[in-house]
Protein backbone atom coordinates (compact mmCIF):
# COMPACT_ATOMS: atom_id res chain seq x y z
CA UNK A 1 0.00 0.00 0.00
CA UNK A 2 2.74 2.32 0.43
CA UNK A 3 3.26 2.84 -3.46
CA UNK A 4 2.41 6.43 -4.58
CA UNK A 5 -0.45 6.53 -2.24
CA UNK A 6 -0.02 10.42 -1.90
CA UNK A 7 -1.20 10.62 -5.58
CA UNK A 8 -4.01 8.29 -5.41
CA UNK A 9 -7.41 10.84 -5.34
CA UNK A 10 -10.58 10.29 -3.54
CA UNK A 11 -11.86 7.11 -5.75
CA UNK A 12 -8.29 4.85 -6.13
CA UNK A 13 -7.53 5.45 -1.99
CA UNK A 14 -11.01 3.96 -0.71
CA UNK A 15 -10.67 1.00 -3.70
CA UNK A 16 -7.22 0.59 -1.75
CA UNK A 17 -8.11 0.81 1.62
CA UNK A 18 -11.25 -1.34 0.86
CA UNK A 19 -8.94 -4.00 -0.68
CA UNK A 20 -6.83 -3.84 2.31
CA UNK A 21 -9.08 -4.10 4.61
CA UNK A 22 -10.97 -6.92 2.81
CA UNK A 23 -7.63 -9.21 2.52
CA UNK A 24 -7.18 -8.91 6.32
CA UNK A 25 -10.37 -9.36 7.29
CA UNK A 26 -10.16 -12.83 4.69
CA UNK A 27 -7.06 -13.79 6.57
CA UNK A 28 -8.10 -12.85 10.00
CA UNK A 29 -10.90 -15.22 9.75
CA UNK A 30 -9.47 -18.01 7.62
CA UNK A 31 -6.08 -18.11 9.96
CA UNK A 32 -8.01 -19.01 12.50
CA UNK A 33 -11.11 -20.82 11.20
CA UNK A 34 -11.42 -24.43 9.73
CA UNK A 35 -14.26 -23.50 7.42
CA UNK A 36 -13.14 -20.98 4.52
CA UNK A 37 -15.09 -18.37 3.39
CA UNK A 38 -14.01 -16.03 0.66
CA UNK A 39 -15.38 -11.79 0.58
CA UNK A 40 -17.83 -12.63 -1.99
CA UNK A 41 -18.90 -15.64 0.63
CA UNK A 42 -18.73 -12.98 3.43
CA UNK A 43 -20.84 -9.93 1.40
CA UNK A 44 -23.53 -12.66 0.81
CA UNK A 45 -23.68 -14.10 4.66
CA UNK A 46 -23.79 -10.43 5.88
CA UNK A 47 -26.93 -9.78 3.31
CA UNK A 48 -28.73 -13.24 4.67
CA UNK A 49 -28.11 -12.55 8.65
CA UNK A 50 -31.22 -12.31 10.25
CA UNK A 51 -33.11 -12.49 7.82
CA UNK A 52 -34.78 -14.71 5.26
CA UNK A 53 -34.12 -13.20 1.78
CA UNK A 54 -34.50 -14.69 -1.69
CA UNK A 55 -32.04 -15.60 -4.00
CA UNK A 56 -33.16 -13.05 -6.41
CA UNK A 57 -33.50 -10.39 -3.47
CA UNK A 58 -29.75 -11.21 -2.37
CA UNK A 59 -28.29 -11.23 -6.37
CA UNK A 60 -30.05 -7.64 -6.87
CA UNK A 61 -28.03 -6.23 -3.98
CA UNK A 62 -24.70 -7.66 -4.53
CA UNK A 63 -22.64 -6.47 -7.78
CA UNK A 64 -22.13 -9.95 -8.97
CA UNK A 65 -23.35 -12.33 -11.78
CA UNK A 66 -26.45 -14.16 -11.38
CA UNK A 67 -24.53 -17.62 -11.68
CA UNK A 68 -21.65 -16.34 -9.54
CA UNK A 69 -24.13 -15.40 -6.82
CA UNK A 70 -25.78 -19.30 -7.46
CA UNK A 71 -22.01 -20.46 -7.20
CA UNK A 72 -21.20 -18.47 -3.92
CA UNK A 73 -24.65 -20.08 -2.54
CA UNK A 74 -23.73 -23.59 -3.64
CA UNK A 75 -20.69 -23.27 -1.67
CA UNK A 76 -21.77 -21.51 1.52
CA UNK A 77 -24.72 -24.85 1.37
CA UNK A 78 -22.17 -27.14 1.04
CA UNK A 79 -20.16 -25.70 3.96
CA UNK A 80 -23.30 -26.07 6.40
CA UNK A 81 -23.51 -22.51 6.25
CA UNK A 82 -27.06 -21.79 4.76
CA UNK A 83 -30.19 -23.86 3.59
CA UNK A 84 -31.81 -23.08 0.55
CA UNK A 85 -35.47 -23.28 0.65
CA UNK A 86 -38.74 -23.45 -2.11
CA UNK A 87 -40.84 -19.71 -1.21
CA UNK A 88 -44.42 -20.83 -0.46
CA UNK A 89 -46.83 -20.40 -3.57
CA UNK A 90 -43.71 -19.75 -5.70
CA UNK A 91 -42.37 -22.83 -7.52
CA UNK A 92 -39.77 -20.61 -9.06
CA UNK A 93 -38.22 -18.58 -6.37
CA UNK A 94 -35.82 -19.82 -3.11
CA UNK A 95 -35.28 -18.46 -0.30
CA UNK A 96 -32.20 -18.70 1.77
CA UNK A 97 -31.01 -18.37 5.45
CA UNK A 98 -28.23 -18.73 7.63
CA UNK A 99 -28.33 -22.10 9.73
CA UNK A 100 -26.74 -22.26 13.10
CA UNK A 101 -23.46 -22.82 11.90
CA UNK A 102 -23.72 -19.77 9.65
CA UNK A 103 -25.17 -17.31 12.06
CA UNK A 104 -22.35 -18.10 14.81
CA UNK A 105 -19.75 -17.76 12.14
CA UNK A 106 -21.07 -14.19 11.18
CA UNK A 107 -20.90 -13.57 14.78
CA UNK A 108 -17.60 -14.57 15.01
CA UNK A 109 -16.24 -12.61 12.05
CA UNK A 110 -18.06 -9.48 13.10
CA UNK A 111 -16.46 -10.15 16.20
CA UNK A 112 -13.30 -10.35 14.64
CA UNK A 113 -13.44 -7.16 12.32
CA UNK A 114 -14.63 -5.09 15.28
CA UNK A 115 -11.17 -5.89 16.81
CA UNK A 116 -9.66 -4.59 13.67
CA UNK A 117 -11.68 -1.55 13.84
CA UNK A 118 -10.17 -0.69 17.35
CA UNK A 119 -6.92 -1.61 16.06
CA UNK A 120 -7.62 1.19 13.32
CA UNK A 121 -9.23 3.68 16.22
CA UNK A 122 -6.18 2.98 18.19
CA UNK A 123 -4.02 4.45 15.46
CA UNK A 124 -5.61 6.45 13.84
CA UNK A 125 -7.66 7.88 16.73
CA UNK A 126 -11.31 6.97 17.71
CA UNK A 127 -12.64 10.47 16.91
CA UNK A 128 -11.19 10.51 13.50
CA UNK A 129 -12.65 7.16 12.80
CA UNK A 130 -15.99 8.23 13.95
CA UNK A 131 -15.90 11.24 11.76
CA UNK A 132 -14.79 9.34 8.88
CA UNK A 133 -17.68 6.52 9.41
CA UNK A 134 -20.21 9.35 9.59
CA UNK A 135 -19.29 10.99 6.43
CA UNK A 136 -19.42 7.51 4.84
CA UNK A 137 -22.79 6.88 5.72
CA UNK A 138 -23.72 10.70 4.37
CA UNK A 139 -25.76 11.26 1.37
CA UNK A 140 -23.05 12.07 -1.22
CA UNK A 141 -25.34 13.00 -3.88
CA UNK A 142 -24.18 10.78 -6.86
Given amino acids: ?20 IRKVTEELWNSSNDIYISNSEWFIIARIYKKNPTISSINKQVNITRQATHK ?48 IADQIDREKLDVFKEILKLDWGI
Fill in 72 to 119: FIRSLESKGLVEVNQVTHNKKEKCIRLTTLGEACYEKNESLKAGLEKK
Fill in 1 to 20: MNFEINDLDLFDLISERNLM
